[in-house]
């Protein structure tokens, strides 16, 4: 079952790997500790590396954040699997230009705010979990959707998408939260996707196909 946590603005401090990982690879190096006393060091080595592994998946890299003015920035780290203009939406009745990014488990997982604004939403949907990489995931996986108003009362949202292995969402946003561009604001654990719609006449700068970072790479610029 996917867990949606919505507890508020954290004040994340610079640290190697995001503190959602901390149960998981204490629960992992604990196995490794309790095998190797029983000298089943072969087992012991297969924790150990699932432990480096787990590690290495919630590390929580500090980014350069652009300043243009108008750039909307990647909220995660990923391929680009979609770039379209879509006419409504289960988030929005209006037009909306729609970006996609697919995350595998080896990509960094921490999410980060496109760009300036303050949330006016914070939606949680049920449903199935097929692979994120496919255009069905969208409409059919469980998600949680933002919604913030930017610039001139212009809208975007951030719509995080689990995955097939993906069982827990985390967003530490609420309603009301004034939010800046680059800013973490939850992650998904263990392969998923993320849906940004933005108003129609943003010019993209990005293809199906590249690869971005969260809260550095430019997915598009506000008109």
């Known amino acids: 079952m ?5 507890s508020g603005l954290v004040n994340y401090k610079v640290r190697p790997v995001a503190r ?7 629960g992992s190096a604990f ?29 929580d890299p500090e980014r350069v954040i652009p300043g243009e003015e108008k750039a909307v920035v990647s909220p995660a ?21 729609k970006m996609s990014i697919f995350m ?16 006016t ?3 949680y949907y049920p449903g199935k979990f097929f692979s994120a990489n496919l255009d069905k995931a969208s409409r059919d996986n469980e998600r949680n959707a933002v919604t913030l108003e930017i610039s001139r009362g212009r809208k975007l949202i951030v719509v995080q998408v ?19 561009r680059g800013e973490r604001f939850g992650m998904i654990c263990f ?10 006449d943003t010019v993209p700068a990005v293809s199906v196909g590249d690869k971005v970072l969260a809260g550095t790479s430019v997915l598009g610029h506000l008109s």
């Not at 996917?2 to 919505?6: A, D, F, G, L, V």
């Open 2 to 6: 996917i867990r949606s946590e919505r």
């Open 20 to 26: 959602e990982g901390y149960p998981f690879i204490l």
């Open 31 to 59: 196995a490794t500790a309790i095998v190797a006393i029983f000298g089943l060091y072969l087992l012991a080595l297969f924790f150990l590396a699932v432990t480096f592994f787990v590690c290495f998946f919630f590390r």
């Open 77 to 97: 780290d990923g391929k680009v699997v979609e770039v379209s203009v879509v006419q409504e939406s289960d988030f929005a009745a209006e037009k909306m230009l």
């Open 104 to 119: 595998s488990i080896f990509n960094v997982h921490v999410n980060r705010i496109p760009d300036n604004g303050r949330v």
């Open 121 to 123: 939403d914070v939606v």
């Open 162 to 180: 689990a995955g097939l292995i993906a069982r827990r969402i985390i967003c530490k946003i609420r309603k009301g939260d004034g939010l800046s």
């Open 191 to 200: 392969g998923s996707r993320l849906d940004v719609y933005l108003p129609p």
